[in-house]
């Protein structure tokens, strides 16, 4: 089921009152980003990736799954404070192979001269929904997918 509304707007927050924010339309990833607090934003809006599929994505034996960006910066003290990481899930590689994936960008612009090129993150089976959470250490990236049980449910 393809849908076209915009989704997945979460906003990201720099080490400098920066805003960040991606999300997902028209089978399409967007980026926009405030350097001044949410005062002002970019004259247009950036395509900054295809998302085959769309957010709203069919997982056999589940149904819908979430594709929505997940947006973070990187606030740790190391090498890739201030960075900028992406992540999503799309069908690229097929309607029955759900993949998730992940970019970053170390200056503030996504896409930009140091934005990574997409990182498809290799989960076993199906993965259905994904969150990143920032720690003391850097960025985590979770993944959920279904069990077989799950896949295959018993009656009780």
Not at 13 to 30: E, R, S
Request: charged residues 20%; neutral net charge; aromatic residues 8%.
């Amino acid at each position: 089921m393809m849908t076209i509304l915009p989704k997945g707007a979460v906003p990201a927050y720099g080490l400098h009152h920066q805003i960040y924010v991606v999300w997902a339309f028209d089978q399409k990833l967007w980026f926009d980003k405030s350097l001044d607090g949410g005062l002002t934003w970019l004259p247009r809006d950036q395509q900054i990736m295809d998302q085959i599929g769309g957010w709203s994505l069919d997982v056999p034996g589940l149904g819908r799954a979430n594709g929505m960006p997940v947006t973070c910066t990187d606030l740790s003290i190391n090498q890739y404070r201030g960075s900028i990481y992406v992540c999503w899930a799309d069908l690229k590689n097929g309607e029955d192979n759900m993949d998730v994936w992940i970019m970053h960008s170390r200056d503030e612009v996504v896409p930009g001269p140091s934005a990574s090129k997409s990182i498809r993150i290799p989960v076993p089976g199906i993965s259905f929904t994904l969150d990143e959470r920032r720690s003391g250490h850097g960025i985590h990236i979770y993944v959920l997918r279904p069990s077989q049980s799950c896949r295959h449910p018993r009656r009780m």
